[in-house]
């Protein structure tokens, strides 16, 4: 009798334990997955687990034998509380604000090791090298607005980033001074592996001094001494051996001097190589913020897996790689963006189709519409799908800008602060397509590949071929926002082959996270950052969890201006975000018309 009892007591025990085990695990996935913010009050989350726990409860009352069941069901409640309090603190502990770089090397780079298998002459220190006089010269270009010097090692969106900021920084006469620029520390943080091709990201830990100043408005010179780290991508086509590009302004295919200016193309004159097509050295393709680098989604970095996947989709040619279609989007984005600045349709017409040139021609009102920056957050593949004829590729680009009008000389802000903005491009092109004999996003025609310039006429001057025929070339053939995207992802769903969620966009970013960020742009949102302000930051990120240490940058991100006004697309999310801004402001006794004001517009801008 005895004995029998004492074992059943150990498998209630233990069973009861698997059931705690369950029942935690269930609240912790809720918890970090569904994204709950957990400070001011955490109303979701967890109400299942709670049910399943008093459940359990009640059972072990009525069926254990007294006094054991008040015992068990005691130790059942202390194991809960010190669980879900652990699982709470680690949660906010997770959050990703957390993870921002402090700039000390990461301890290991991830995929390192397989990309050195792949690449066994590759040496470290002068590809280091190369980076940092990169990044230096790069900087030195950006300040004389010209980016000649530096144009044979950058992808062609990479150049549409910094030409389009130029045009903007033109119209609106500023300039941007830069001072004690130092290099602190450089290190390789991560490598994935796309196609044909190898990309590595470099995290560069720098210091520096900027001033935006603008002739025209006061009001929109920002700028200081500021500390950051930036992640820089660079992509090779694997195990071809380097030919050096940085070194030397010698055409790395037939040794011909490069041409002095070259602009949208970058390409020898001699042999008509180009220099940047990740052929002989390594390419930069992308600049991305810490804030934006550490909230991309494992599932949407780009993968060998992904790459052969969307190649045996689209039958692609060899050099197909996600990362230079994503390079492409960019490019096509911002001539986009840049054709409504200028009021000029003739810049993006060749590579839209009807439907979209009519839509985007509707935005171009009477006023001028600049924008006070304007750079690409995050451009990303989302989805592939195809008609009968046509493959389709669907890629979310998010945009960080500051709109104002320009009338003659005078500057109307319609912006509060830099806001962000995710927006999907379609892009089409047929099945069986022939190959290309140029881009048309650098001003080729992909049939003859001869010169396009500019022009409301799509067909190619010389071989009267409509430019943006889909035969050859990626052409945009919708431009919409996530909702319309999500619309249209259900409309045509047995057409997709390949697709993400975009909620993964902003998934690691939680509530608070946004919340946070928004908070500190309000804060910052008059131009100065006092004392006080910035103890009431201190505060509020301790209280909401904050390791004051790793965010440290965002306080000088906020001051410079370069914190921008971040939304998830889910309106309840919009909302509870806005109510814990609209909380943490009223607890702030010296907020500044400004910033009052900046408050209002979004409550308008969101509808709020
Ligand atoms: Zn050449
Ligand atoms: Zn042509």
Known sequence: MKPLKKRTLFLVLFLLLIACAFTATVLYARAGGAGGYSDSGGGSGGGEGIGYLIYILIRIIIELPFPLNIIVAGIIIAGFLIFSHITKKKVQQQTILNQLPTGDATKKAGGYDSFLK?????????????????????????????ISDVRKFISDGVYQRFNTQFKMMQLLKQKNTINNL???????????????????HVAIHASIEDRFISELDAR?????????VEYWSFLKKRGKPRKDIYQTDNCP???APLPEHMGEVSKCEMCGTLTNSGEYDWVLSEITQANDYIGTHKKLQKSSELNEKIRNIINEDQDFSVQLLEDKASNGYLQIITSIALKEPAIMRRFVNDEVFQKISGLIGEDQVAYNRIYLNDVTLLGVSETEDTHILAISVRSSFQRIILKDGAVTIVDPAVISKTEVLLMSRDKNAT???????????????APAENSLDINCQYCGMPLNSTSSEW??????????????????????????NPDLLD?????????????????????????????FMRELAQKWGYDINRIQPFFQMALNGQLVIRMPEDL???????????KAAAADSSISPEEQDLLDRMRMQYHL
Not at 437 to 449: A, D, F, M, Q, R
Request: net charge negative; charged share 25%; with cysteine.
């Open 220 to 228: 929109l010179n920002q700028g200081g001494k500021e500390e950051f």
């Open 253 to 255: 295919n037939c040794g």
């Open 475 to 500: 052409i945009i053939t919708g431009l919409m926002s996530i909702a319309e995207y999500n619309d249209y992802v259900s409309d045509n769903a047995s057409q997709f082959s390949y697709k993400v």
């Open 435 to 449: 190959a290309s004999k140029g881009s048309l996003y650098t001003h080729n025609c992909p049939n003859c590949g």
């Open 118 to 146: 792949n690449n066994p002459d590759f040496n470290e220190t002068s590809f280091k090298e190369n980076v940092k006089s990169a990044f230096m010269w790069i900087q030195k270009a950006w300040e004389a607005q010209d």
């Open 182 to 200: 130092e290099v602190k520390n450089l290190y390789i943080d991560r490598v994935e592996s796309d196609g044909l091709f190898d990309i590595i």
């Open 572 to 582: 309840k999310k919009q909302q509870k975000i806005f109510k814990m801004m609209e």
């Open 507 to 535: 998934k690691l970013y939680d509530v608070r996270d946004f919340a946070f960020n928004n908070v500190m742009v309000v804060m910052a949102a008059d131009g100065n950052f006092s004392e006080e302000e910035e103890e």
